[in-house]
């Protein structure tokens, strides 16, 4: 169940971000980024070890980005 509620976060999180990144850009990245952590963090559970690895490298990505959008 818990994990399910993760999921749905994540689902949220993303599109909540794309949404933002337009009108926001800090804001989006921002939201973008903790998406990124629970997303690594779903995928180590559930054995996807690369898929855990892109989710961090996503969230090095954004980080990037929200330092650029805060220029």
């Known amino acids: 169940m818990f994990i399910n509620l ?3 976060f994540c689902v949220i999180t993303l599109i909540l971000s794309i949404h933002f990144c337009e009108s926001n850009p800090r804001r989006g990245w921002c939201i973008y980024i903790i998406n990124s952590i629970f ?8 054995g996807l ?3 855990g690895i892109s989710g961090i490298i996503l969230g090095l990505i954004g ?3 929200f330092i650029k959008a805060k220029k």
């Open 63 to 65: 980080i990037k980005n």
């Open 39 to 46: 997303y690594a963090f779903l995928m180590f559970y559930k």
């Open 6 to 8: 993760i999921e749905i």
């Open 49 to 51: 070890i690369f898929m």
